[in-house]
């Protein structure tokens, strides 16, 4: 079993919706959980880290259920420039880092 | 510096040459982890550095694939007698601690042909 599973995707939407991704984690003991995001050919870059009591980063709202083990990503009101690969990411207490193999949005116009 | 430095950033080799990789992680960082990550495919851990030590080698694919880090900063990743498979693009991030999280490199793009 993966140590982080999500859905490939590819989420196409349009311009102005509000879509989710899931993520879920295999490791109880995980600490840290992150979204990442990845432009095309690009590296991947910090999007937000993702803490118990849920946080919200203008449009982007992360949520953590530690009892299923599963992070997830709101995206709301999407823009074209939200086209990308997020990937969820996850420590334990070692520092090591575990990454998903990404959910993919195309946001339309 | 103000990132993470990776370079070069692109390099094309014949197969059966050898390849060194290098990454300036941000200063007072002192996690350093290697990935490749091939095209449309996700990201492959390498390697895991804790200031000189790596306690996390399980994610070199061959004895060809080494890494080392030197004064607790600089790293290099060195590929043995490269193969097509080797290609890809070989991303370096650094960490403070791990609850921040890491940044990336912009990565070496590396082509054997």
């Known amino acids: 079993r993966k140590e982080v599973e999500q859905d490939p995707g590819p989420f196409n939407v349009p311009e102005g919706a509000t879509v989710a991704f899931n993520c879920t984690y295999s490791?109880?003991?995980?600490?840290?959980f992150f979204w990442y995001r990845q432009d095309c050919r690009k590296e991947p870059k910090l999007l937000m880290s993702v803490y118990s009591s849920g946080n919200e980063d203008g449009r982007f709202t992360a949520q953590l259920n530690r009892a299923s083990q599963y992070i997830s990503l709101l995206i709301r009101d999407s823009k074209l420039s939200d086209s990308a690969t997020y990937l969820c990411v996850v420590n334990d207490n070692f520092n090591k880092f575990y990454f998903g193999s990404g959910t993919k949005l195309n946001v339309k116009p | 510096g103000a990132g993470v430095s990776q370079s070069p950033s692109n390099k094309v080799t014949e197969k059966g040459k050898d390849v060194e990789l290098r990454c300036d992680p941000i200063?007072?960082?002192?996690?350093l982890y290697w990935y490749r990550q091939s095209l449309g495919q996700g990201l492959e851990f390498l390697i895991y550095?804790?200031?000189?030590?790596?306690?996390?080698k399980s994610g070199l694919p061959s004895d060809r694939f080494s890494a080392e880090r030197t004064g607790g900063s600089v790293s290099t990743l060195t590929i043995q007698r490269t193969q097509q498979e080797d290609s890809a693009v070989y991303l370096c991030?650094?960490?403070?601690?791990?609850?921040?999280?890491?940044?990336f490199g912009s990565g070496t793009r590396l082509t054997v042909v």
């Open positions: 550095f804790q200031g000189n030590s790596a306690p996390d």
């Open positions: 991030a650094s960490s403070p601690v791990a609850r921040y999280g890491y940044t």
């Open positions: 200063s007072g960082h002192t996690a």
């Open positions: 490791n109880s003991a995980s600490q840290s």
